[in-house]
């Protein structure tokens, strides 16, 4: 690579941009708009060489380019990356950058739902550790300005997404996980059969001597097995039986199982993480961590330690013994069953947001033997009503909120003590809010406020 364009000037291209030029190579920097908040970062950048522009994106970008950097956001079907495929110029992510600057070693993990909190969780368990580290990918840290720092004898906790993973070419883990794959981000992939290509270009440089961890109990992710063991040393992720060879639950009782060894960690009792979807985390997480040398002990006190991340069944507060848990980032249906499943209290659902269109027989199904009282906001609204009702949930309790607080409100006048009130909304949040994250401050403002 000796000239660079990189597009999309958010935390990933600008790491990017960082990383090159420190190896001298020539950088273009191209964004729609020019939304970079840290204006000395820009500066720093363009006093070192680097190139912006910003507006309408057209073919001459591309002259004198050998390499194109991708962000993220950034589709297949953008014209400029179109056009580099055609002139056969290289279009890869920031994730394949990191994986050619760096010399530690990669521990990946990689899913629809509950990459953030297994990667942070193995992000502790690696500080702990006393090895050098870095905690980085789709978490909204730059991986390759992150994976240049760490030494040969480093790890690299790196959560990547389906968009990061279709552009690579050698990017290749020591350890990786595939968490699970439900319907999401078909806006993106278009079909279900491209979304689930894209997480399996995980494991397509691993070999014999690496190893993938896959999730047992997510259909999609097990069917990858067979084409999986094509490339890499397979193992098994369950809570629900015993595998050859992997993580599983016996009981209460996190285990990992390798090389004919079964490592007892501790009970679930023990942890601050509740919930299936985070038992396979925590699983993921010990087992990975195991992969990359940290000790029995540090993972065991990790586990016990680590503290619920924002917005994912987050406890906000007890009021006159009815418990109030903010789960923001569950923003599709697989994510609010887990949310709703994780208690075996009455539930009382928040629900609703920006629809992605996916579909609710089974999100409905829960809802039916889960909910005491389903509230319902935002522009999905009217579609989870309809889907509701049709699943044979009690029109009576099915309500329609026009606010966040209104349905908060609504939620404390059907709560009686020993319920729970939870936001698990199954969508996105851009019809309310900018980002999940706002949403679930906002329910959290909310219920800190109710007397």
Request: a negative charge.
């Amino acid at each position: 690579m000796r000239n660079v364009l990189i597009l999309g000037a958010g935390i990933s291209g600008l790491g990017a941009a960082h990383v090159l030029l420190k190896h001298g190579v020539s950088v273009l920097i191209s964004d729609l708009k020019d939304t970079i908040q840290d204006k000395k970062e820009k500066e720093a950048l363009s006093e070192r060489g680097a190139v912006f522009v910003f507006g309408t994106q057209t073919e001459s970008l591309l002259d004198g380019i050998d390499t194109v950097v991708v962000s993220p956001v950034i589709p297949a079907e953008n014209p400029i990356v179109a056009a580099a495929v055609k002139k056969r110029i290289p279009v890869i992510s920031e994730i394949e950058l990191a994986y050619r600057v760096t010399k530690a070693t990669i521990l990946a993990i990689t899913g629809t739902n509950g990459k953030t909190t297994t990667t942070t969780l193995l992000g502790s368990m690696i500080s702990h550790s006393g090895k050098p580290f870095a905690l980085a990918g789709n978490l909204g840290i730059s991986m390759s300005r992150e994976a240049e720092l760490v030494p040969s004898d480093g790890l690299i906790a790196a959560e990547v997404s389906s968009f990061q993973l279709e552009f690579i070419e050698s990017f290749k883990p020591k350890a990786a996980v595939i968490l699970n794959i439900t319907p999401d981000h078909l806006e993106r992939h278009h079909t279900m059969e491209a979304y689930i290509a894209a997480k399996a270009r995980i494991f397509e440089n691993m070999d014999q001597s690496d190893c993938l961890l896959l999730n047992a109990e997510s259909p999609l992710v097990y069917g990858l097995k067979d084409e999986a063991e094509k490339h890499t040393h397979v193992c098994l992720l369950s809570t629900k039986h015993e595998v050859e060879e992997g993580a599983f639950m016996d009981g209460n009782t996190l285990v990992i199982r390798r090389n004919g060894k079964d490592i007892r960690l501790c009970s679930s009792d023990n942890l601050k993480l509740k919930g299936a979807q985070n038992m396979e985390d925590c699983l993921a997480a010990a087992f990975l961590a195991n992969e990359g040398g940290v000790s029995l002990e540090v993972i065991i006190s990790s586990l016990k330690s680590f503290e619920p991340l924002p917005n994912r069944i987050e406890f906000v507060r007890t009021i006159n013994e009815v418990s109030y848990y903010n789960d923001s980032k569950a923003t599709n249906t697989d994510a609010a069953i887990k949310g709703m499943e994780a208690f075996s209290k009455p539930v009382i659902l928040i629900a609703g947001g920006y629809d992605k269109g996916t579909d609710l027989t089974e999100f409905m199904d829960v809802v039916k033997t889960h909910v005491k009282e389903l509230i319902l906001l935002g522009a999905a609204a009217d579609r989870f009503e309809k889907a509701a009702a049709e699943a044979g949930v009690s029109k009576a309790s099915i309500h329609r909120a026009d606010s966040m607080a209104d349905a908060v409100k609504q939620g404390q006048k059907f709560a009686k003590p020993g319920d729970i009130v939870i936001l698990s909304p199954a969508c996105s949040s851009f019809d309310m809010y900018h980002n999940m994250e706002e949403r679930g401050m906002d329910f959290k403002r909310i219920v800190n406020s109710l007397a």
